[in-house]
């Protein structure tokens, strides 16, 4: 709001705060010229005020961008920094940036595989096939990266298509790293994937029938469980002597099927989109 100060005979002595000048209307005065002649001075030590002000607050940021650059360069890089770089190196199908964030004795064991890959050389050649099947177009989004410590990172995340969510592709991976020189790389990681098949209440139920032979066969439930290989290679041998024999031929033939199926209508839609382009293109 304006303020009207009038001046009679003598100029009171009051004190007016720089940033109320701009409010100020002076009105008539028998002292005109000694009244414009202070107003005149008070603006310009308002500006130079406020340019003072506008100097200090560019040097304080100065100072603190700086200081925080000192700062992170003396911590080093963070676990959670260098996994992000890590999927960026993924989506960008950079193999040689990707095999500096893997350490040689690299430990790295996926969910879906029945072995762990041991050494980078088995990591790498993972990488590569992944790489390589996700084409140009699908992409790792990165949804929470987070990290214990100045050696652990953990992440979730989904796979895209051209910034379509690909389905039952959600998954968690964690890791932990080592100090190399003056950079972390990854020496053992943990991936774990969503299941295309959601079985629901079944697994409790499952879950609650093994456990009550397990209580109930405490010595038989306690070899199985470390000896988990053996399982797999029983259930394998009754597979090949077994049901090897009907099943294979089935699914040979339903994969022939669905290859011709897949031809047929991949030639059907390459006739229709030459039909259209020669006479509506």
Known sequence: MAATVNFYGQLPRQTISPEGVAGLTFGFSPFKGSS?????????????KRASNKSFNKRWANMVVSAADDFEFKLGPSPSHMIKQFYTCINEKKLKELDGYISDDCFFEDCSFLQPM????EVMHFFGQLTAGMGQNVKFILEHVCEDDEFTAGVNWHLEWKTIQIPFTKGCSFYECSQKEDRLVIRKALVVIESPIKPGGIVL???????????DFPKAAEWL??????????????YSRLLAPFVNPLLAGYIRAWNLIARLFAFALNTILHFLMKYFG
């Not at 041991?118 to 050389?121: D, I, P, Y």
């Not at 139920?205 to 209580?215: C, G, M, P, Q």
């Open 36 to 48: 414009q002649s202070m107003q005149n001075k008070m603006k310009i030590t308002c500006l130079r």
């Open 118 to 121: 041991q050494g980078k050389k």
């Open 205 to 215: 139920t499952l879950l609650k029938n093994v456990t009550a032979i397990f209580d």
């Open 225 to 238: 469980l470390k000896s988990p290989h053996v399982i797999m290679q029983f259930c394998s041998k009754i």
